[in-house]
């Protein structure tokens, strides 16, 4: 025998896999596959459901919202490829491996940002808060108006006042006795004929102008009328 099948036949053998660890291992192949297959068959159950319910739900005209319970990542994406092939709306809320669920909305009945907002924050959702909001808002856009209107009276108010104090301006150039004369010069006369500047100077609001103006035509239309009517009756 030579060198090298005397050192082969003195190595160990390479240990034999157990009888009994062979059929652990088939064993565990087996429930594997079939847990595979139980879990497809129950991923085609969820989509046929699904299916139907979405089909339910775009053939009534009283629903425009369809909640789903809380679901996985993959059946999510399951009820949004159904939502998308309908041609429906899908939102997720909630959240993720908590509480995450999905709405499909109609798109003729889209959701407004009050309340993808609520359902984000995990609030309730009605027609009291959809009211309530749209007050609210109403409410907000009239108080900028009335500011809006503040500040342009104001600002209209501003611009009636002289801008420079001359007596001051030119002071320090002529003097004060100079500058009296030159600020007397320069500023509106307080008074022309015999009735103040101020009181010239129309006060009323907008709204009540144009109110006076319209009562102004009105009474002379009637009076335009009462004469033609007096010239037929002569």
């Known amino acids: 025998m030579d060198l090298l099948g005397s050192i082969m036949k003195s190595m160990e053998k390479p240990p034999t896999v157990d009888t009994k660890e062979k059929l652990r291992q088939k064993k565990a192949q087996e429930v594997y596959v079939k847990q595979q297959n139980k879990e497809k068959a129950r991923m085609i159950q969820f989509r046929n459901e ?39 709306l899908a939102y997720s809320f909630g959240e993720e491996e908590v509480d995450r669920y999905i709405m499909i909305f109609k798109k003729d009945s889209p959701p407004s940002e009050d309340e993808l907002n609520a359902l984000r924050n995990g609030q309730e959702w009605n027609d009291d808060i959809a009211k309530r909001l749209s007050e609210q808002r109403e409410q907000v856009k009239i108080e900028e108006m009335l500011d809006e ?24 150039l002529v003097g004060l006795e ?15 004929g015999f009735v103040p500047s101020e009181n010239k100077k129309d006060q009323r609001s907008i709204e009540q102008t144009l109110a006076d103006i319209r009562e102004k035509k009105r009474l002379k239309i009637e009076n335009d009328n009462s004469q033609s009517q007096s010239l037929k009756t002569d």
Do not use: C, W
Request: aromatic share 8%.
């Open 149 to 172: 209107e503040k500040r342009m009276m104001l600002k209209r108010t501003n611009q009636d006042k002289p801008k420079y104090n001359y007596k001051e301006k030119f002071q320090h």
């Open 178 to 192: 100079a500058a009296e004369q030159a600020a007397r010069k320069t500023e509106t006369n307080k008074s022309y």
């Open 50 to 88: 699904t299916e139907k319910k979405v089909t339910s739900f775009v053939q009534d005209d009283h629903q425009t919202r369809l909640k789903f319970p809380t679901l996985n990542k993959v059946l999510r994406n399951i009820v949004h490829e159904i939502a998308e092939d309908a041609g429906m």
